[in-house]
């Protein structure tokens, strides 16, 4: 490793490229996703510098005192295997601090996650694909365009997410693309999801909801935003069964999967309750 390398947080046209590179990795996240997630934590995205010349990112972004999740680890191909990722690994993971971190991993890489101290939590699938199941949102639920945070938001959230993100979802439904709904039975929030572009075809996600009715609520009224011909994806947790089923309903089939991993004591979530998670790559 070269005497040069350096190693900064990023500025917001740095994070751009650090999208461009996930999207050739074939990760495909969201158009806006690293936008909204920095505007939580301004340096939450760090890359390697070798001569001036970005070669290696990540994000390690921090939600309050005692969350952060990894993601976007990147090296470029011709400078993999010689240290300059792992370094940024390290200096990265410090930002984190005694922070609890999750990432959602590749599956081949868990033994090296586990020697930095991951422990693995459960898969996420990703499935994807034009849909071509027909969902028939019942009538009980009341479907409406979310456009701003609000209390019941905020505590159905907290089931499913470990830290409060105020600051992230100000930015998410307002993001350029981005079209966000709810399911209200008898006045009371039941689901939210939000359909967004992305590299190639559409992310549903976050996907949260108190049961498959009120997710299918959602998602029928988010795949009405659908472009027609184009693909959809869904990332969901491997144990939460009815999610899976339901996406395998939409005529979507697997074709990624993580490893969702730690590193500190799991938080207590009830993935029973997500449908889609917000991102693989930020949590």
């Not at 993999?80 to 940024?88: E, P, T, V």
């Not at 907290?158 to 008898?186: I, K, M, T």
Request: one cysteine or more; a negative charge.
């Amino acid at each position: 490793m070269q005497n040069s390398y350096q190693i900064r947080p990023l500025t917001p046209a740095e994070i751009q490229t650090a999208v461009v590179w996930a999207a050739r990795e074939g990760w495909n996240p969201g158009y806006q996703d690293a936008a909204c997630f920095a505007s939580l934590d301004p340096e939450g995205f760090w890359g390697g510098f070798l001569d001036g010349q970005m070669i290696a990112c990540i994000s390690v972004v921090n939600y309050g005192q005692a969350f952060a999740f990894l993601g976007f680890y990147i090296v470029a191909p011709e400078f993999r295997g010689q240290g300059y990722g792992y370094a940024l690994w390290q200096q990265a993971l410090e930002h984190a601090g005694s922070r609890v971190v999750g990432l959602d991993g590749v599956v081949d890489q868990q033994d090296n996650y586990r020697r930095s101290g991951f422990e693995l939590a459960y898969r996420n699938i990703r499935f994807g694909g034009v849909p071509s199941g027909v969902l028939a949102a019942s009538p009980e639920f009341d479907v409406q365009m979310l456009t701003a945070l609000a209390a019941e938001l905020d505590a159905l959230d907290a089931r499913v997410f470990p830290e409060a993100r105020q600051a992230f979802w100000q930015q998410w439904l307002g993001a350029e693309g981005h079209h966000s709904f709810a399911a209200y039975r008898d006045g009371r929030l039941a689901g939210f999801g939000t359909l967004r572009p992305c590299g190639s075809g559409c992310k549903i996600g976050p996907l949260v909801a108190v049961s498959r009715p009120a997710a299918e609520a959602v998602l029928a009224r988010l795949l009405q935003e659908l472009p027609a011909g184009q693909e959809v994806f869904l990332d969901v947790p491997e144990p939460h069964a009815a999610a899976v089923e339901m996406a395998r309903g939409l005529g979507l089939e697997p074709v990624f999967e993580t490893a969702r991993m730690y590193r500190g004591p799991a938080p207590r979530l009830e993935t029973d309750l997500i449908y889609g998670v917000t991102s693989f790559e930020l949590g």
